[in-house]
């Protein structure tokens, strides 16, 4: 199956031909219900784990401490955007732990990665362990394949400093001010009137590789690599929603008909934080140094 991201409603370079400076790409990894194996890059499905290597627990103390939920693996070859990993590795493999007990305020996740290099993997774990327990179904992900796509982005709009800032900023006003006369107005859903930076021309929303991170609930923040203080960049985005009501430009081509199922915007089933997503970043100077992350 091939999943095709609409074109933008409006060309953003042709408004502001400075934003051409700051376009990056994104790999779209659209998860859509299916069953992997231990060869593909998925959600939710077995990992290429060797058969002699312990599973991943969940070292930090809390009432139901066991084994961590296998999320995703991707394959660097399925995802051009996904920053290189140490030593050539060529598989990228997440986890989490099913409960909300973790970090400074006791209600945090726990997230791990893990980066291997596939050829060496002999003998996958044929069993794989399972949580018996878990705190939060939203993070039981449903058993996904990915059709990645590449796109276009540019950075979230309060990081475009100066004059491009300005007239970005200018923009986006304008355009909220005209959405707001014409409320009272019934709309198409699938062609807003009135596109926005934020939801329409900037970041894709959904599951990615790469490209430029969103921070929808904090604000811009700097994210620096504990072991150098390098600058990071965003590795992946786990996110809750495929597309939301403001961001449903954004919705396959292919997905646009009639006959939908209302929740089909969580493929995955997964919800992180208040529904929103997870911002995983890396170092670029060293891959093997901590990864960082983001609720947003």
Not at 128 to 136: C, M, Y
Not at 158 to 183: I, K, N, S
Request: with cysteine.
């Amino acid at each position: 199956m091939t999943l095709t991201t609409p074109p933008r409603p409006l060309d953003v370079e042709a408004l502001f031909p400075d934003l051409a400076a700051h376009r990056g790409t994104a790999t779209r990894l659209h998860p859509r219900a299916g069953s992997p194996g231990t060869g593909d890059s998925h959600v939710g499905g077995p990992l290429l784990w060797p058969a002699d290597e312990p599973w991943p627990a969940c070292d930090e103390p809390h009432e139901h401490s066991g084994p961590l939920l296998a999320v995703a693996q991707l394959y660097r070859r399925d995802a051009p955007d996904l920053p290189a990993g140490p030593d050539g590795c060529d598989l990228l493999q997440v986890f989490w732990c099913p409960f909300d007990s973790h970090g400074p305020t006791g209600h945090g996740m726990h997230v791990r990665l893990r980066w291997r290099r596939s050829a060496e993997v002999r003998e996958a774990l044929a069993e794989q362990p399972q949580a018996t327990v878990v705190g939060f179904d939203g993070y039981v992900p449903n058993p996904c394949v990915l059709h990645p796509e590449r796109v276009t982005e540019y950075p979230y709009i309060e990081l475009l400093t100066g004059e491009l800032g300005e007239r970005v900023e200018e923009w986006e006003d304008a355009q909220e001010e005209a959405a707001y006369e014409e409320a009272s107005h019934e709309a198409d859903e699938d062609s807003r009137a009135w596109p926005s930076y934020q939801s329409d021309l900037s970041i894709a929303p959904g599951w990615k590789a790469g490209g430029h991170p969103a921070w929808n609930v904090t604000g811009p923040g700097t994210m620096d690599c504990r072991g150098c203080g390098h600058g990071m960049e965003l590795l992946l985005t786990i996110d809750t929603y495929e597309w939301r009501s403001d961001s449903i430009s954004w919705r396959p081509v292919q997905e646009a008909g009639a006959g939908l199922r209302i929740d089909s915007n969580r493929p995955t089933g997964v919800a992180v934080g208040n529904y929103g997503k997870l911002n995983i970043f890396a170092c670029p100077g060293d891959p093997a140094h901590p990864h960082g992350f983001a609720v947003q």
